[in-house]
């Protein structure tokens, strides 16, 4: 037998149980969602019902759910823009410090990030309470009582209140990311830049984020998947989808499609659309951003 057969039969050796481990756990159970999302189907005994695209039809005129679309989509928008505008900013401000506690920071900042979604939001849940909340007693303290509210139960602000948990959990996660790429940037760029007398501003404009450009187009489709599977964890703990379904998103809504409602080939077809939209978000955040790296 030839080298090169040896070769190749090792490769086909070592990615076979691979693939064949990805094609069971999430190949085949991707194609089953897809082909349930045409049948009317309990899963508790009955036998699923073909009915085509009613689950669709049904979805798209059903109020809870596009307000559920709406929520996701808005806090899409919101927490990738804020997590790396933040990440970046302080990767930027303690890559170049030369303080001897910077790594005292860098640990703080990274620290949400290992803990477990639950343990934050009961952490940010009591932060937001009413009348023993942290953030309310703190407005109360420096006189702004006009604004100590319910945060997580007034329909104006748990969207934004959950966003900040998010970004608050992911940020220091990230900014590791981008320390780690700034640290490879030469510094001679730096030198020359200085020499012609940019500012620290303009540095970071014309080469920190021109040079870190890559790992931000990959960052920026991590934190819209993170989104949908924190938003989940999030919303289910801190607010149950209220007030008035105002903090309900599409995967809370499918969950209780399926699981308090028994409707799980409804909660099908919306996993259906919510993955659509997130392939295409994916796909168009990779094109719009390489466009601007080219």
Request: proline letters at 3%; charged letters at 15%.
């Amino acid at each position: 037998m030839s080298t090169k057969m040896k070769r190749t039969g090792f490769i086909l050796a070592c990615l076979i149980p691979g693939l064949a481990l990805f094609s069971l756990f999430r190949i085949y159970p991707t194609l089953q969602i897809f082909h349930k999302s045409f049948f009317m189907w309990s899963a508790i005994g009955d036998e699923p019902k073909f009915i085509g695209f009613k689950n669709f039809v049904d979805m798209f005129q059903d109020e809870v759910f596009l307000l559920s679309l709406r929520n996701t989509g808005i806090l899409m928008l919101i927490v990738p823009v804020l997590t790396l505008a933040i990440a970046l900013i302080n990767a930027s401000i303690l890559s170049k410090s030369k303080l001897r506690e910077s790594g005292f920071y860098r640990t703080v900042f990274f620290f949400p990030s290992i803990l477990s979604f639950v343990v934050i939001a009961i952490l940010w849940s009591f932060i937001y309470h009413p009348s023993i909340g942290f953030l309310n007693a703190s407005m109360e303290l420096i006189g702004l009582d006009e604004f100590v509210m319910p945060w997580l139960g007034h329909e104006k602000t748990v969207l934004w209140a959950l966003a900040v948990t998010m970004v608050w959990q992911a940020a220091g996660y990230y900014m590791v990311m981008y320390i780690a790429g700034i640290d490879g940037i030469s510094p001679e760029y730096y030198e020359a830049a200085s020499l012609d007398g940019a500012s620290r501003i303009q540095q970071f404009f014309s080469i920190t984020i021109p040079m870190l450009w890559e790992i931000i187009r990959v960052t920026i489709i991590f934190i819209i998947n993170g989104v949908i599977s924190i938003s989940f964890i999030l919303v289910s703990i801190m607010t149950a989808g209220g007030p008035n379904r105002h903090s309900e998103v599409a995967i809370t809504y499918l969950y209780g499609q399926a699981f308090k409602n028994g409707n799980f080939g409804y909660a099908m077809a919306i996993g259906v659309v919510v993955f659509i939209i997130s392939l295409l978000l994916a796909l168009l955040s990779n094109r719009l951003t390489e466009r601007e790296a080219s």
